[in-house]
């Protein structure tokens, strides 16, 4: 692939980055994945599932709208510097892979020295944002940590890295709820529960990217674990996800605006397993992204139920 210098494989050409942002500043939001939002959103999403949901438990019409923003920051500043982390610790296994070969730490636009000051500097604002809210909530981020660090060793020691990957990603669902109770339930572990299993489906198509790279590599992941069966595993991920997200709506006692949007959630689910081909690469990208959508609509039903 024909890269012009400093960008990205695995960005979309003509991002903002590529066009608004400084040079100097370029490497640096590429190392954080800013010129690739659905990241954060994957991340961000879960965090605002459980406001609402925990909204709607209190009888508010209205998540806490300050909750929501803090999340938002806290997301974009933490998984950019989780994305920091790990491109540090992978620099030579990235090196080694076609679509990753070309990131700012393996191709040389970011030393590792700089960039450990520029995760530094990430996870203040995380910390900054965390310190925001009660105590209980901040005590239970900092358990998330552990999950975090250990992630980028797991593809080198078992086929399940996406498990990890899916206890670290979802742990927003948890924190929305303690962010307004100062405590947890029944409700938002399940929520959790079911993002730990949409996680392992979505980066399960994720990595299907990567098949062939990770077999020379030795490089693990479910992708390769599940082999030609992957749509079918991937499917039953999703459907107990669907499950799991239908016992915190029951545990919560939410209405029925927000089971529609649980089923319209499972539609888009099925679409995408009957969509997957695991010869094709850029389907598998699209398919990945659209999760987003599909956690939008979730996120909407639940705002929409609380107004109902």
């Not at 010129?35 to 209190?58: E, K, T």
């Not at 929501?68 to 030579?92: K, P, S």
């Not at 990131?103 to 450990?116: D, H, L």
């Not at 947890?184 to 079911?194: E, R, S």
Request: with cysteine.
């Amino acid at each position: 692939m024909s890269l012009t210098h400093g960008t990205v494989a695995d960005a979309s050409r003509g991002n903002w980055v590529d066009h608004y942002a400084p040079p100097w500043l370029r490497p640096y939001a590429r190392l954080a994945r800013w010129d690739r939002p659905i990241g954060w959103w994957l991340l961000l999403l879960p965090c605002w599932w459980s406001a609402a949901l925990a909204s709607n438990v209190a009888g508010a019409t209205w998540p806490d709208v300050a909750h929501l923003l803090l999340f938002l920051i806290g997301a974009v500043a933490m998984r950019g510097a989780g994305c920091t982390y790990n491109d540090i610790v992978d620099r030579e296994l990235d090196a080694g892979v076609a679509r990753t070969r070309s990131r700012p730490i393996p191709s040389g636009q970011v030393g590792v020295g700089a960039a450990k000051v520029f995760l530094v500097l990430q996870a203040l604002v995380g910390l900054a944002v965390l310190l925001s809210f009660n105590w209980f909530s901040v005590v239970l981020a900092l358990c998330s940590l552990l999950v975090v660090a250990a992630y980028p060793f797991m593809k080198r020691i078992t086929d399940w890295p996406q498990f990890v990957l899916g206890l670290a990603f979802s742990w927003g669902a948890l924190m929305g709820w303690s962010a307004w109770f100062g405590s947890l339930a029944l409700a938002p572990v399940l929520l959790y529960a079911g993002g730990v299993l949409w996680t392992i489906g979505y980066d399960t198509i994720y990595a299907l990217q990567d098949i062939e790279d990770d077999k020379i590599m030795g490089v693990r992941s479910t992708a390769r674990l599940f082999g030609n069966h992957a749509p079918q595993i991937v499917g039953l991920l999703y459907a107990g996800a669907v499950l799991l997200w239908a016992g915190a709506f029951w545990a919560a006692g939410i209405g029925w605006v927000a089971w529609l949007g649980l089923a319209l959630v499972a539609a888009h689910f099925a679409w995408q397993i009957v969509s997957v081909r695991l010869d094709d690469e850029a389907l598998a990208l699209r398919l990945f992204k659209s999760n987003r959508t599909a956690g939008l609509v979730l996120f909407a039903a639940l705002v929409l139920d609380g107004l109902i």
